[in-house]
């Protein structure tokens, strides 16, 4: 199972010539950069032998943002992130390696989690309840509040908890 996470915008103010102008905070704010970050992270679900069944599968990832923004425009750092939006979260296992009768609508609800080694505070992104596609879902995204302060990291956490329909017999891989 795959949790893709796409965290679509990065805004960063441009600083090219705009800081040199003391009164034009208001050109600086309306300068922006979309920077668009897709993070696939690796989902196990182990067999579950009750219906109604729980569990949580953590996972991190490991990125330096910082790095990434430079790589782009050596101009420009973490520091000039000012606001990071979550604009889906997906679900998805293979169905060619899946055992048929394990897969997603096995699921009761999934919900996804995340944090980051900068801010501890764990964020809901979304949930979703009983998925009816056996090989992919989307994640309804809740008002998950500017992430900006998260992104200042090198070690990003998710969870992912799940609550189940009926037993597996096989573990399921998004």
Known sequence: MKANLKFTSLALLLGVGVFAFSGCKKIEDAIKINVPLTMTIPVTIQPVNATNGTGTYSSQVNVN??????????????????SVDVSSVSISINSDSQYPQDNLTALKSIAEYFYSNNNSNKIELGSVNNPTNPYTTDVAIWNVPDLTNYFNATTFYFDT??????????????
């Open 65 to 82: 943002i910082d790095s990434l923004i430079k790589a782009n425009n050596s101009k420009l750092s973490v520091s000039n992130i000012k």
């Open 161 to 174: 908890e799940y609550q189940m329909n009926r037993s597996t017999t096989h573990q399921i891989n998004a």
